[in-house]
């Protein structure tokens, strides 16, 4: 079974930085795009960006270029998002996505989730 | 970027009820519309993918169709494990964007 495992919750300061992961199981981590999904308290869900771990191809919404940093790290399999300077309006859920096949493949598999509280 | 508006954005219905919901993309996305069921505390799950294709595992009672930018999703006999959120997304172009939601809840 697929398993994207997700870190757990953070409670963080506005300016304080995050990086929260992802750590791909039970399929090649070599093989698909994993990217990012966001979801605001009680809204919906936004795509953030994507990569392709074997060489770090990476692709942004033009939402969030510039807020946040998406990188891989094919020795143990991780995918992470990074934050240098969180801000409150980054308080949400992230979820962790595979996306099947082609660029306009379906996210087959997700993550828990990774529940992110900035507060002062 | 292309808009998804879904709707209703909650209901409430009988268990055997029918149930569909709507997601209209403000342009052509070519059938590269997706559906995914989403509950509190579990792993948001993939039902159809291409408009109208099942994933592996999905019941039948569950089915999709469009209609030119038109898109629903159907539940043909509304069961328990049903009462979730669900979503509409293209994947047609970058960014892939989601509607807004539905809440199926019990009547």
């Known amino acids: 079974e697929v398993q994207l495992e997700q870190s757990g919750a953070e409670v963080k300061k506005p300016g304080e930085s995050l990086k929260i992961s992802c750590h791909v199981s039970?399929?090649?981590?070599?093989?698909?795009?994993i990217g990012w999904v966001r979801q605001l308290p009680g809204k919906g869900l936004e795509w953030m960006d994507i990569?392709?771990?074997?060489?770090?191809?990476?692709t942004n919404s033009p939402s969030f270029q510039g807020q946040v940093t998406i990188s891989a790290d094919l020795s143990n399999s991780t995918v992470y998002l990074q934050w240098n300077s969180l801000k409150t309006s980054d308080s949400a859920i992230y979820y962790c996505?595979?996306?099947?096949?082609?660029?306009?493949?379906?996210?087959?598999?997700w993550g828990l989730g990774t529940l992110v509280s900035v507060s002062s | 970027d292309i808009q998804m508006t879904q709707s209703p954005s909650s209901l409430s219905a009988s268990i055997g009820d029918r149930v569909t919901i709507s997601c209209r993309a403000s342009q052509t996305i070519r059938s590269h519309l997706n559906w995914y069921q989403m509950k509190p505390g579990k792993v948001p799950k993939l039902l159809i993918y291409a408009t109208s294709t099942l994933e592996i595992g999905v019941p039948s009672r569950f089915s999709g169709s469009e209609s030119g930018t038109d898109f629903t999703l159907t539940i043909r006999s509304l069961q328990r494990e049903d009462l979730a959120t669900y979503y509409c997304q293209q994947s047609y172009s970058n960014p892939p964007t989601f509607g807004g939601g539905t809440k199926v809840d019990l009547k």
């Open positions: 039970e399929f090649s981590f070599s093989s698909f795009w």
């Open positions: 990569i392709y771990p074997p060489d770090s191809d990476i």
């Open positions: 996505v595979r996306r099947r096949g082609s660029p306009r493949g379906p996210f087959d598999s």
